[in-house]
């Protein structure tokens, strides 16, 4: 029987093949529309045009997925080998075999950064629309970060049910990456959003 008062968070494979289905039907869908158009012409007769078509059709669709697996890649190897449990006013983060408690009273900040679509909950025009991360700074200065890998139907649903009580800043990010210390800054539009 399943604990309803906590939950556990890891990637599987599953879990990525959702995070990646932006991009996979990006990528298919360019390159199966690419095809539609042009599978009647001969790509080696050399003409100039056709190259200049090819080598923008090229550009855009890398300018369009290539995002998404950055942040996929990124992410992963973040998370990676890494669980966390939450619930029960703590989150337990076990790596290699050991178990770290902090209990919610040692969060000193959260902020959720995600990408403008996301935050105004609104059409995903970008491949990488759902990629999204929880950087969760603790009293002690150590910080977590929760990628949206270990839970693609987002991290905002997770902390609203398993982390009652606890707020956090949600903050628009063009590219939500975790490599980028991000000033914490409040600006007009950041919301606070808490139980």
């Known amino acids: 029987m399943k604990n309803k008062s906590i939950i556990i968070l890891k990637i599987t494979f599953f879990k990525q093949l959702r995070s990646l289905f932006f991009f996979l039907l990006f990528f298919f869908g360019w390159i199966g529309s690419f095809y539609y158009i042009f599978r009647d012409v001969n790509f080696f007769d050399g003409s100039r045009e056709f190259l200049v078509i090819v080598l923008i059709f090229i550009s855009f669709l890398a300018f369009i997925t290539l995002p998404a697996l950055f942040f ?51 059409f995903r025009l970008w491949a990488f629309d759902n990629y999204h991360y929880a950087k969760i700074i603790m009293k002690s200065g150590e910080v977590l970060y929760l990628t949206s890998l270990l839970y693609p139907s987002g991290l905002e649903k997770v902390f609203k049910q398993y982390m009652k009580g606890v707020s956090y800043w949600r903050e628009r990010r063009w590219f939500p990456t975790t490599l980028v210390n991000f000033s914490h800054d409040r600006k007009e539009d950041d919301e606070l959003d808490s139980d």
């Open 72 to 122: 996929h890649i990124e992410y992963l190897v973040r998370n990676r080998k890494e669980e966390y449990e939450l619930g029960n006013k703590k989150i337990i983060r076990r790596k290699k075999g050991t178990d770290i408690i902090y209990n919610f009273e040692d969060i000193a900040d959260i902020y959720m950064y995600v990408t403008p679509p996301k935050y105004r909950e609104d």
